[in-house]
């Protein structure tokens, strides 16, 4: 019988495993590692008569007792598509595809909107799904947020209202190994490097972004960023919007905020920005790009404008938790690049004591650590990354104290006495860096964060909108 292969027992190899199983694959799970929580994960799966092997490597061996029969394999986000051993079992003919390429077979018969970007994706996800569900649209949003595309692919494969649109966050990791994804709508927040240790060049890393613009009917792009805006002249059409006016004769943007701070149209004035309490010039570039995928939707001006007063805010994202010895405390997890915990800096009031490390990613560090000597009056670093990030803030002049250590319980207890010593106005989980080094993901991370800080605070953030950025 055909047999599937899924490697990796998170949340999306699961996904993945189940909703292929619910279809009528016979699937196999294999997973490197062998924990505690690995076996909980696979005891429930074997008992939805998914078969599942823990401590199976990313090696051909590991596939030996399936080559005649293996149809497929099917590899989650985090797992390098050029990785030797895919690249082997595709030399033998054996189909290769991401997780999400599996959902959308699921799900490709409704109204996709993909978003991807180096930053911002997460907020315009939430935001997007925000204003078209309280505007009565059935609009789930899944994919690198929330729930995976095949979590969300079987959940709608029970008896239920379908939706109107699935709003998907898109990482390159997921648009690399599903090239059919070809959204309705496709957003563009920006461009920098990042994730250049697994896709090479910022070439190869725009090409994949670029792709999913490409397959999308309607195209959005942030014309404030340098890169996109190098690149207009390549695109035919496309809605352009931007935060900084009106643009060219022969660039005009379609979308853009005016001196007084009202957003504008072709067709004329829409609303005031100041709608959405997210301070930073980054939150107004999302908050256009949003506005100009509702309008896509059919939704009015006035109902956009209505909702987008009422957002409030997104996990792990400069999420502001309540006050410790009189420092606001905010956790911006999700800030995993130099540029993402830059803009998180600047958005939070100084001075700062950040906390900062986990797994370094290839990268400019160079506006971060500009900002840190402007904003930031001690750093505490943890994880595996430590070093490295000591050796460049010890390299650029940084005056503050600097301090490493090896996991975020110690970063806490070292971070809130330097603080109250030096009074600072905030305490900043800002990591700059991946989690992989110590958590499954960000979200884990700063869950942890969120744990270790609630029996301190002072206050709560309830009355307190979160300052929010991306990363």
Not at 418 to 447: H, M, N, T, V, W
């Amino acid at each position: 019988m055909p047999c599937t292969v899924v490697v990796g027992i998170g949340r999306s190899g699961s996904g993945a495993a189940k909703l292929l199983h619910a279809e009528g694959h016979h699937v196999t799970l294999l997973e490197q590692k062998d924990g505690a929580k690995q076996q909980e994960l696979a005891a429930d799966l074997r008992q939805q008569g998914i078969d599942v092997e823990l401590g199976k490597p990313l090696e051909l061996a590991s596939f030996t007792p399936f080559l005649d029969q293996l149809d497929n394999v099917v590899i989650s986000p985090g797992i390098a598509w050029d990785h030797p051993t895919l690249i082997a079992l595709r030399q033998r003919g054996i189909a290769t595809e991401g997780e999400i390429a599996v959902a959308w077979r699921s799900l490709s018969h409704l109204p996709w909107i993909g978003i991807t970007g180096t930053n911002g994706k997460t907020t315009v996800t939430h935001l997007i799904n925000h204003v078209l569900e309280t505007n009565g649209l059935k609009a789930p949003m899944a994919g690198n947020v929330g729930h995976s595309a095949t979590e969300l692919a079987l959940r709608l494969k029970q008896p239920q209202q379908q939706p109107n649109w699935l709003v998907m966050e898109l990482s390159s990791y997921q648009i690399e190994a599903a090239p059919e994804i070809a959204p309705r709508i496709g957003i563009w927040t920006n461009l920098t490097p990042d994730h250049l240790e697994r896709h090479g060049t910022l070439t190869a890393y725009r090409k994949i972004k670029r792709g999913l613009l490409e397959r999308s009917t309607t195209r959005i792009f942030n014309a404030d960023d340098p890169d996109l805006r190098h690149q207009r002249s390549s695109w035919e059409g496309g809605i352009w919007v931007s935060s900084e006016g009106p643009g060219s004769s022969e660039q005009a943007n379609d979308l853009w905020i005016d001196a007084q701070g009202v957003i504008q149209s072709q067709s004329g004035r829409l609303f005031d920005s100041s709608v959405l309490a997210m301070p930073g010039q980054h939150n107004l570039q999302n908050l256009l790009l949003v506005t100009a995928t509702a309008l896509q939707t059919g939704l009015s001006a006035k109902a956009i404008e209505n909702s987008l007063r009422s957002f409030p805010g997104v996990p792990h994202r400069l999420e502001r938790l309540g006050k410790v010895h009189g420092m606001s405390v905010f956790n911006d997890s999700k800030a995993t690049n130099y540029d993402a915990a830059c803009v998180g800096l600047k958005a939070v009031p100084a001075s700062a004591v950040v906390i900062a490390g986990g797994q370094t990613k290839n990268g400019d560090p160079s506006s971060w650590l500009k900002q840190l000597q402007q904003s930031a009056a001690s750093v505490v670093l943890f994880g595996s990354g430590a070093s490295e990030l000591q050796g460049l803030i010890e390299a650029c002049g940084f005056n503050g104290d600097l301090i490493c250590c090896d996991d975020l319980n110690q970063a806490v207890n070292l971070a809130i006495p330097l603080g109250i010593k030096q009074k600072a106005a905030s305490l900043l989980l800002s990591p700059a860096c991946a989690s992989f080094d110590q958590y499954p993901d960000f979200e884990a991370r700063g869950e942890h964060f969120r744990s270790l800080i609630n029996p301190m605070l002072t206050d709560s953030n309830a009355n307190n909108p979160a300052i929010h950025t991306e990363g």
